[in-house]
């Protein structure tokens, strides 16, 4: 192994070398059944997804599943709790789990909307059935209410009461595999949780998930700061809304892995020269719309697209109109909603159905719905769609001359990521590995550090009020592996 990958592998920064701390849970073995006919295909999508990168021997077989459904406008709702038979494993290399067989119960909600499916949680922990957890909370004097905002677990939770500081805190002390926190940190990574959990208007549905919420964001704070101490440019890293997130329910949540398939061929853009500006911001000059948020749907390409084509549509025809997402959720039959989709086929998608509808005609649920468009109703169309050069001058000088450009990068650390400009080192944010879906929408130097100013998708309270600043010239994150435009005449 490369020294670089053995440094990263060392501090847990490798995909898969560091897994958040596992979700405490208890089941009763008595209530479960085999899969019902109407639950059998959303947990064995669930089952897909939960095996999606795990090698060959340490995938896992479903076992019982019990749970209910509601009718969500054209779809349902699957809320389900399944066993999940992980095979042996001794070989902590490759396995999840490096002990004998173990059993894991988990709990997923899966949206169905068409006959498409859509990951939205998934929960997972060791199968515990000494003592069922209602039990275990009625004996331990818990209560079973949800964890709010206001509410007196938060301040017991936050404030440790010295006679039972290790009970409180069990799940945090557990995150290092070292010595437990010392009291005063682990008092202060509480309050700021305790912040956190205000701040972003979280709620849980018990202690427990509250606690174990709480080992995770300790663990994300630990994750942070190793990330901020690797970063080459400017950038600040620390609590963002997606603290309480493990890093999974994070990339299978707002990422797109769909980005790193080959999708449909594009030509390329004529040169306009390697000549640009020092500096250029398409915000300014009225070519921007605001920033929008695609929410639990992993629907960036959408939005990345829809901000090109806005782009566009302003430099030729002199009017700055919010176009929709939507249309291309529940139209583009070839991407697939929130489960992901390419740039390349979007532009397909809005030329054959003849254009885009405004948000404000066809707005944003987050979600695939039957398809609503109205060719009656487009305000917009494209002509075509371009493929840019990978040199990065070359970028700049297009963009400046030629609009905002679609791009996809690898996310590394924008999970964390609050302001400053972003340069990861390249082992840990491999061009190969691209998985979001941005908008390049200017460029510069801030104290003689050159960035790429990005139109990011989750909302003004992420990042530099929704903006994400990186390195411009070292091919940062891959940010020039997939650079494209609509053609609009």
């Known amino acids: 192994m490369a020294p670089w990958l053995q440094l990263l592998s060392l501090l847990g920064l490798l995909p898969g070398a560091a897994a958040a701390p596992a979700?405490?849970?208890?089941?009763?073995?008595?209530?479960?059944?085999?899969?019902?006919?109407?639950?059998?295909?959303?947990?064995?999508?669930?089952?897909?997804?939960?095996?999606?990168?795990?090698?060959?021997?340490?995938?896992?077989?479903?076992?019982?599943?019990?749970?209910?459904?509601h009718r969500v406008g054209q779809g349902s709702l699957y809320s389900l709790e399944a066993t999940l038979m992980e095979p042996p494993c001794n070989d902590p290399t490759v396995c999840q789990l490096p002990v004998s067989k173990k059993t894991l119960l988990c709990s997923f909600e899966v949206?169905?909307?068409?006959?498409?499916?859509?990951?939205?949680?998934?929960?997972?922990?060791l199968v515990d059935t000494k003592v069922p957890g209602a039990e275990r909370a009625q004996a331990a004097g818990e209560p079973k209410s949800a964890f709010t905002q206001g509410s007196g677990t938060i301040s017991s939770l936050s404030q440790p009461r010295l006679d039972n500081r290790n009970e409180t805190f069990s799940p945090v002390?557990?995150?290092?595999?070292?010595?437990?926190?010392?009291?005063?940190?682990?008092?202060?990574?509480?309050?700021?949780?305790?912040n956190f959990v205000i701040t972003y208007n979280r709620t849980y549905e018990s202690k427990e998930e509250a606690q174990w919420r709480l080992s995770v964001f300790v663990h994300n704070m630990v994750r942070a700061q190793k990330i901020q101490a690797l970063d080459r440019g400017t950038a600040q890293y620390g609590v963002t809304k997606f603290s309480d997130l493990t890093e999974e329910e994070f990339r299978t949540t707002y990422l797109n892995p769909l980005l790193?398939?080959?999708?449909?061929?594009?030509?390329?853009?004529?040169?306009?020269?390697?000549?640009?500006?020092?500096?250029?911001?398409?915000?300014?000059?009225?070519?921007?719309?605001?920033?929008?948020?695609?929410?639990?749907?992993?629907?960036?390409?959408?939005?990345?697209?829809?901000?090109?084509?806005?782009?566009?549509?302003?430099?030729?025809?002199?009017?700055l109109l919010s176009l929709s997402e939507q249309e291309l959720l529940d139209c583009d039959k070839i991407d697939k909603a929130c489960m992901g989709g390419l740039p390349s086929s979007a532009y397909s998608a809005i030329k054959n159905l003849g254009g885009l509808e405004t948000e404000d005609d066809y707005s944003y649920r987050g979600h695939m719905q039957a398809c609503n468009f109205s060719p009656e109703k487009a305000k917009v169309y494209i002509n075509d769609s371009v493929e840019l050069s990978q040199n990065e001058q070359k970028l700049a000088a297009w963009l400046a001359k030629r609009g905002p450009i679609s791009v996809a990068i690898n996310a590394f650390g924008m999970q964390f990521y609050r302001h400053g400009i972003s340069r990861p080192l390249r082992p840990l944010c491999?061009?190969?590995?691209?998985?979001?879906?941005?908008l390049l929408v200017g460029y510069g130097n801030r104290s003689d550090v050159p960035f790429w100013a990005i139109k990011n998708s989750w909302g003004t309270d992420w990042g530099?009020?929704?903006?994400?600043?990186?390195?411009?010239?070292?091919?940062?994150?891959?940010?020039?592996?997939?650079?494209s435009s609509a053609v609009v005449d």
Request: glycine letters at 10%.
């Open 23 to 69: 979700q405490p849970r208890a089941a009763s073995a008595q209530a479960w059944v085999p899969p019902s006919p109407e639950l059998r295909s959303p947990a064995l999508f669930a089952l897909e997804m939960f095996n999606r990168g795990r090698a060959a021997g340490t995938r896992v077989v479903l076992g019982a599943v019990r749970g209910r459904v």
């Open 111 to 125: 949206l169905d909307e068409l006959g498409k499916h859509v990951l939205l949680r998934k929960d997972c922990g």
């Open 173 to 194: 002390f557990s995150l290092l595999n070292e010595d437990p926190l010392p009291q005063d940190l682990a008092v202060k990574m509480a309050s700021i949780f305790r």
């Open 260 to 319: 790193r398939e080959p999708g449909k061929k594009m030509k390329q853009a004529k040169s306009v020269g390697d000549l640009a500006p020092p500096e250029w911001d398409w915000r300014s000059k009225g070519a921007v719309t605001k920033v929008k948020d695609q929410g639990m749907c992993g629907s960036c390409w959408a939005f990345s697209v829809t901000g090109n084509v806005e782009g566009q549509w302003f430099l030729n025809q002199g009017t």
């Open 430 to 438: 491999s061009p190969w590995l691209i998985d979001h879906a941005v």
């Open 464 to 483: 530099e009020k929704g903006y994400y600043y990186l390195h411009r010239g070292s091919g940062a994150c891959g940010v020039n592996t997939m650079a």
